[in-house]
């Protein structure tokens, strides 16, 4: 009896060990992450490319907020704040696309080359994603957002204000490839999403020579993880809507 409960407490903490292993070495949800997601959405957009690129699968679940699919007593039991995208991993829910795409990288990452662990190195993706989130992203929606959602005319102090911040992405890329540094990493696949729709709607920066050839190389990195089918195609149905007023 002894001996049989041993060779079981043995198997057992191999099995553990085991386990513990894979985990460790990190990389792959138990079950797909499900991602609630409408194809236009910039922030959504970003997420879904960087999965691909991390060869994260993710479970798509479309959720149309012109329909209030996001207003769904389900839904705001997850999100109060009622944005896509938002995630679910096996129950562990999030939302804010900057904060997902680190949590991504965090968990499954297979190295911290999207997102540096140097506390140095990673302290400058995030100026570079707090810089998306407060200024570039937020300038670029003052703009478009009543042009498209409300029928607005375009406004010149809005786009001065856009084109500003555009200056200073092209500083900060002033000697750099990418965003951050030398390497991709997810404030390129943040804030790539916001020029992919200027671009679609016909915004011009190429005054800005830096953001143009960042441009160029950041959407050739990112052509075989989606940037066509996901990001392009997303930007094209908004700029859609651009046309039809
Ligand atoms: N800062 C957020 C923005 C999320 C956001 O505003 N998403 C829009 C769609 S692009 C949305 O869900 N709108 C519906 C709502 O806010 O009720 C992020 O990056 O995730
Ligand atoms: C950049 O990528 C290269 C090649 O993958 C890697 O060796 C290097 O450590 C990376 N640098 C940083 C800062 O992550
Ligand atoms: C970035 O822009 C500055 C000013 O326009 C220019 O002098 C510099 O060569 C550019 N750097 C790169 C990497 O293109």
Not at 75 to 88: A, E, G, V
Not at 180 to 188: F, S
Not at 206 to 214: E, F, G, P, Q
Request: glycine share 6%; aromatic share 12%; net charge negative.
């Amino acid at each position: 009896m002894r001996g049989i409960a041993c060779i079981f407490a043995l198997l057992l903490s191999i099995y553990i060990s085991g386990n513990a292993a894979a985990r460790s070495k990190g990389k792959m949800p138990n079950q797909p992450i499900k991602l609630y997601y409408l194809p236009p959405s910039p922030p959504c957009r970003s997420i879904i490319m960087a999965a691909k690129v991390m060869g994260i699968e993710l479970e798509l679940v479309l959720t149309n907020i012109m329909e209030g699919e996001h207003m769904t007593p389900d839904f705001l039991k997850m999100n109060p704040q009622h944005t896509i995208p938002t995630m679910d991993d096996s129950g562990f829910i999030l939302w804010e696309s900057r904060a997902i795409l680190a949590y991504l990288v965090n968990a499954y990452g297979r190295d911290d080359s999207l997102y540096p662990k140097n506390p140095r190195l990673r302290a400058i993706v995030d100026q570079r994603l707090n810089f998306d989130l407060g200024t570039l992203y937020t300038r670029y929606y003052a703009l478009y957002v009543p042009i498209l959602f409300r029928g607005e005319e375009y406004d010149d102090d809005k786009a001065a204000k856009l084109d500003e911040a555009l200056g200073w992405l092209d500083s900060f890329l002033d000697g750099r490839a990418f965003v951050a540094g030398e390497n991709l990493t997810i404030a390129d696949i943040s804030i790539i999403v916001t020029i992919t729709n200027l671009n679609a709607f016909g915004y011009d920066f190429s005054n800005h020579d830096n953001v143009t050839k960042w441009f160029e190389r950041t959407k050739k990195a990112l052509e075989p993880y989606g940037y066509k089918e996901v990001d392009e195609a997303g930007a094209d149905i908004l700029a859609n809507f651009l046309k039809k007023g």
